[in-house]
């Protein structure tokens, strides 16, 4: 399985970007798929994540009504649309698809747990200033 997101780049404080990420590889649809975060020197740390099925949704609190977490019409590929972006949002966005169903059995809580997700983007930077 392969993810590729794109969308990153440079933007001022206020501004707006959309990562996408799309997952290859597989021919079922994943459970979920999720964007997290990070800096260097600091922990990965859950953005949103979405219910491929159902399509409920979790944003961090940092992030709600900023940020939101949409799933198109393609399989296993999610968007991340970021508006009112802060220099505090500056860092590597990471994509993550569930394929096993860990996530459906966490609940909720999943998007703050990295280590559900068995599959990863190479990351993708974003720079406020």
């Known amino acids: 399985v392969q993810l590729v997101e794109s969308g990153g780049g440079s933007v001022e404080a206020g501004g707006s970007l959309r990562l996408s990420c799309e997952a290859s590889g597989y021919t079922t649809s994943a459970y979920s798929m999720a964007w997290f975060r990070q800096t260097p020197g600091k922990e990965r740390e859950g953005v949103a994540l979405?219910?491929?099925?159902?399509?409920?949704?979790w944003v961090a609190d940092s992030v709600k009504d900023r940020f939101t977490i949409s799933h198109p019409n393609v399989m296993n590929t999610v968007y991340l649309q970021m508006n009112s972006l802060r220099p505090e949002d500056t860092a590597t966005y990471y994509c993550?698809?569930?394929?096993?169903?860990?996530?459906?059995?966490?609940?909720?809580?999943?998007?703050?747990?990295?280590?559900?997700?068995?599959?990863w983007g190479q990351g993708t930077q974003v720079t406020v200033s």
């Open positions: 979405i219910y491929l099925g159902r399509g409920d949704t």
């Open positions: 993550a698809a569930d394929f096993e169903g860990g996530t459906v059995r966490a609940g909720m809580l999943s998007g703050t747990l990295p280590d559900l997700f068995t599959y």
